[in-house]
């Protein structure tokens, strides 16, 4: 370790209040491996997510704010593993997406905007429903095998952090433990699109293209054949009056936003 790890360690362990602790991890981090931005963020289990400290450009953050914690975070793969019970310390978000993910219409409307290469996530579970994530993306190439091993070796450090972030967050601004009436009116709304036109099967299939699984994934998640999944998705289709993945994507938002 050489002289330029003093300062944001010394900063870790001085423990002023949340954003310096979240920006000396992310500076701690930026001297393990090269990146080109990170994201602090807090997901709960009633509540919509919350961007606890982010180094993205303007451009990127209101990405983030606005559009991204609006509805479509339901559909996020990052979000998907932190409601589960277990889930990993640290994992690349590219391993954690379904097999078509990266032609889901939400990839292409705001992973895409992004324009993030690679992406690694620590995930931590504080408790009373809550899992904090920190993102660490690169634009230009893929962290190579030496950078994610460096990664791996700063887990604990990192979720100590995070931790201590979260905690002085919790002081600093207590939000409410009781359920977040957006968050259950977007759940609400996911849960229940196509209801009344789309029977059960159909929507739980909807559910899954919306998250990017391909006719073999959904088959495999529900436990039907691939030709089953795809007559459900041709009547799917029929029933909502539309004839791709872009116009079930497009009834999925104008759903949110009309809720």
């Known amino acids: 370790m050489d002289s330029s790890w003093f300062a944001p360690v010394a900063a870790l362990i001085r423990n002023r209040g949340a954003p310096e602790s979240a920006a000396a ?16 963020l807090a997901f709960h289990r009633e509540r919509t997510p919350e961007v606890l400290h982010h180094t993205l450009e303007p451009a990127g953050a209101s990405h983030y704010l606005d559009r991204y914690l609006a509805g479509p975070y339901l559909l996020d793969p990052l979000f998907q593993l932190s409601q589960q ?13 379904p097999d078509r993910f990266r032609s889901s219409e939400y990839y292409r409307q705001y992973c895409e905007q992004t324009h993030l290469t ?4 620590y995930l931590v579970d504080t408790g009373g429903g809550t899992t904090i994530a920190f993102v660490v993306g690169r634009r230009t190439r893929r962290f190579s095998q030496a950078e994610v091993m460096r990664l791996n070796d700063m887990v604990d450090v990192v979720h100590a952090a995070m931790r201590n972030t979260w905690n002085h967050h919790q002081r600093q601004a207590p939000g409410s433990r009781d359920a977040d009436l957006s968050h259950l009116r977007l759940t609400r ?6 209801e009344g ?13 919306l998250r990017g699984h391909s006719t073999k994934s959904v088959a495999r998640e529900l436990r039907i054949a691939p030709g089953t999944v795809m007559v459900h998705k041709r009547n799917l289709f029929s029933k ?16 949110l936003t009309a809720h």
Do not use: M, N
């Not at 709304?189 to 196509?194: E, L, S, V």
């Open 25 to 40: 991890l992310a500076s701690l981090v930026g001297l393990a491996v090269r990146h080109e931005g990170t994201c602090l």
């Open 85 to 97: 019970s277990i889930k990993p310390g640290i994992c690349r978000y590219r391993d954690a997406t």
């Open 118 to 121: 690679d992406e690694i996530d």
């Open 189 to 194: 709304c996911f849960d229940r699109f196509g």
């Open 197 to 209: 036109v789309l029977t059960e099967r159909e929507r739980q299939i909807t559910q899954l293209l």
């Open 240 to 255: 909502l009056g539309i004839s791709s993945q872009y116009e079930l994507f497009s009834r999925f938002i104008d759903a």
